[in-house]
């Protein structure tokens, strides 16, 4: 026995809000990126510091706020304009790099704003072509630094079905654990029926995984199950485990584990799916 007590709060959080353990971060909180952040815009580096700013703008993850002194002065664009925002007074500033132009995208934050904003620049995370933090790239948000992805092997066998036709069968798949996500399944490539499978231009990135390499829809008989299956063939560093396996939206399909059939979850994918 694991002497283990059941904690009554943290279960009746955990019902209410699926994504509860991602959710350990308050709304403005503020904290250090201990990593080195660059951005390039058109070829150019447009900032570079060791000192930026996680802030919570909501509780799933944090955006990056950068000292005003870290962008290059050069690439900065003063439009002489302020707003009042929900955290302070920001003053607004577009970013020029050669000739590409981001307009508006850039707000410089006043004394006139919560405590340790002045000074700090909020910039569009996609008014910039790529962000680093250190060497490797991040796509889509910044990483937040209270979620935990993890690949691992295992033995546990698992049968993917939809509509009673089988997808997948595997009794070697890699389990990925994402903090507030259900556990996604990725199988190998012939444990797969690919007869099934529709290849799709769909493309996706995620922080923590990197690209998406394909995307597959299902068709059973004659109806097309859109984009169910996908597979990252350069996934990042720590999830090299899944390169070139197959995964499947659990909300959407039925999966099997160890013999025991799972629930389909409901996520933020497809909300109030089943």
Request: with cysteine; hydrophobic share 35%; aromatic share 10%.
């Given at each position: 026995?694991s ?7 943290l ?10 353990p ?5 709304t ?11 951005a ?5 580096t ?54 590409v ?16 904003m ?27 630094p ?13 049968r ?15 389990l ?7 556990t ?11 007869i ?9 990135e995620?922080?923590y ?9 299902v ?5 097309v ?9 350069f996934p ?7 390169a ?31």
């Open positions: 026995m002497g283990h007590q059941p904690d009554p709060v279960d009746e959080k955990r019902q209410a809000m699926p994504n509860y991602a959710m350990i971060a308050r403005n909180q503020m904290e250090p990126v201990p990593r080195r952040i660059r390039v815009l058109n070829g150019q447009v900032l570079d510091t060791d000192r930026a700013v996680y802030l919570w703008e909501w509780s799933n993850y944090p955006q990056y706020y950068i000292p005003v002194s870290d962008i290059g002065p050069d690439v900065l664009i003063d439009e002489n304009r302020e707003q009042k925002l929900s955290r302070g007074t920001a003053r607004r500033h577009g970013l020029r790099a050669g000739d132009n981001r307009p508006g995208s850039v707000r410089v934050y006043t004394e006139d704003s919560l405590p340790g002045a000074g700090l620049a909020r910039i569009d995370w996609d008014a910039i072509d790529a962000w680093y933090e250190e060497d490797e790239r991040v796509y889509v948000h910044p990483r937040n209270y979620v935990r992805v993890d690949a691992l092997r295992s033995t546990r066998p698992v993917v079905e939809l509509d009673g036709v089988a997808l997948a069968e595997s009794a070697s798949p890699v990925v654990f994402e903090t507030g996500l259900p996604r399944y990725y199988v190998n490539p012939t444990e797969v029926d690919l099934h499978l529709v290849p799709t231009a769909t493309e996706t995620c922080p995984k990197g690209t998406t390499s394909r995307y597959w829809s068709r059973i008989g004659d109806t199950h859109d984009d169910l299956a996908w597979s990252y063939d990042t560093r720590q999830l090299l485990p899944i070139g396996l197959i995964a499947f939206y659990n909300e959407k399909v039925d999966i099997t584990l160890g013999g025991h059939p799972l629930d389909r979850p409901v996520t933020h994918f497809f909300p109030g799916s089943h």
